[in-house]
C-alpha cells in the first residue's frame, strides 16, 4: 500500500505563503484523485483542494483564488502552494489519494 508523507508545514505571518509537498512511496499515477484536506481544533477534517488525473481541480470556496494544487506524476508528489496565507488557514493539513489512505499531517500556523 502507498504511503504519503507531508513536509512544508510551518509558522507563518498573515499574507505569508507556504508550499507544502506531499511524497508517495509508490507511483501516484493510478490514483485519479490526489488532495489535500485540513483539520482546526474543535472542527471537523475539510476538503481544501483536490486534482484528478485528467487535470481537473476544485477548491474549498475559502481558499480559491489563494490556494495551487498540483501533481508531479514523475515525482510521486503532490504539491499545495498556499499564498495570501490567513489566521483561519491555521490547521493540519493532510494529503490523501483517493480519500482512503492518509498521510501524517503538517502542521501550518499563521500569526502574526
Known amino acids: 500500500q502507498v504511503q504519503l508523507a507531508e513536509s512544508g508545514g510551518g509558522l507563518v505571518q498573515p499574507g505569508g505563503s507556504l508550499r507544502l509537498s506531499c511524497a508517495a512511496s509508490a507511483s501516484i499515477f493510478s490514483f485519479n484523485t490526489m488532495g489535500w484536506y485540513r483539520q482546526a481544533p474543535g472542527k471537523e477534517r475539510e476538503l481544501v483542494a483536490s486534482?484528478?488525473?485528467?487535470?481537473?481541480?476544485n477548491y474549498a470556496v475559502s481558499v480559491k483564488g489563494r490556494f495551487t494544487i498540483s501533481r508531479d506524476i514523475t515525482a510521486n508528489t503532490v504539491y499545495l502552494q498556499m499564498n495570501n496565507l490567513k489566521p483561519d488557514d491555521t490547521a493540519v493539513y493532510y494529503c490523501?489519494?483517493?480519500?482512503?489512505?492518509w498521510g501524517q499531517g503538517t502542521q501550518v500556523t499563521v500569526s502574526s
Open positions: 490523501s489519494a483517493e480519500g482512503r489512505t
Open positions: 486534482t484528478t488525473i485528467t487535470g481537473y481541480t
